[in-house]
């Protein structure tokens, strides 16, 4: 059973460009949730999503950030016009329930952006 | 979700018992403890999360206090690989996010 998938890995944009940031969740598991990590700093909570269904979307940024969960495909956190600050470690996680059953991490994007 | 109180830092000698505090006196009575750990670079670990009663698995031990407010991550015994920063979290039943607080910097030393 392979673990959460994200891709890339790496991913350099330049200043207003899109990112766009892929999450295929463990087999059997409808819910993810997008994390971010600044440099030095700690997971921030961005987006809990369910297939089709945004669900908590508190952590995202306002403007230029967008994520979705379709019925069929991996879950895309969405980026766009990208700045300096956005250049971080991007976390993907599933779980096969909401509430508190554990949830697996992906190994990350980190986005660049140049 | 309550706060945890850990430590930023601690070392434990390769082979001997890791020992892992961590403070939630503000937890409630529907609130879980979890522990998860994030090797360098490396997306976090889930470790083991339990409510009231302690819980072993093949990674670690967890130790809560009868009170609740506190408890210890055990990992009986450590290795080279387990060097990591260790999250332990509160949630309650309902929440749909982890909160991860700054940590404890675990290195293992040979």
């Known amino acids: 059973n392979a673990g959460v998938m994200q891709n890339p890995r790496h991913l350099v944009r330049r200043r207003g460009q899109e990112a766009r940031l892929r999450c295929s969740p463990m087999?059997?598991?409808?819910?993810v949730y997008w994390y971010r990590q600044l440099p030095e700093e700690g997971l921030k909570f961005m987006v809990y999503?369910?297939?089709?269904?945004?669900?908590?979307e508190s952590g995202m940024p306002k403007e230029r950030f967008s994520a979705e969960f379709p019925k069929e495909g991996p879950s895309i956190l969405r980026i766009q016009q990208v700045v300096r600050g956005d250049s971080a470690a991007y976390f993907c996680?599933?779980?096969?329930?909401?509430?508190?059953?554990?949830?697996?991490f992906g190994q990350g994007t980190r986005l660049t952006v140049v | 979700d309550a706060k945890t109180t850990q430590p930023p830092s601690m070392d434990c000698a390769e082979g001997r018992a890791a020992n892992l505090p961590c403070n939630h006196s503000t937890i409630s009575g529907n609130e879980y403890v979890y522990w998860y750990r994030q090797i360098h670079s490396q997306g976090p670990q889930y470790i083991i999360h339990g409510l009231k009663n302690n819980e072993t698995n093949e990674m670690a031990s967890l130790i809560i206090t009868e009170d609740r407010k506190s408890s210890t991550l055990i990992l009986p015994h450590a290795t080279l690989r387990d060097t990591a920063v260790y999250y332990c979290?509160?949630?309650?039943?309902?929440?749909?996010?982890?909160?991860f607080g700054s940590g404890t910097q675990l290195t293992v030393l040979p």
């Open positions: 999503l369910q297939k089709e269904n945004i669900i908590d």
């Open positions: 996680a599933s779980s096969p329930y909401g509430g508190t059953t554990e949830a697996f």
């Open positions: 087999k059997g598991h409808s819910h």
């Open positions: 979290i509160v949630r309650n039943g309902s929440a749909r996010q982890l909160t």
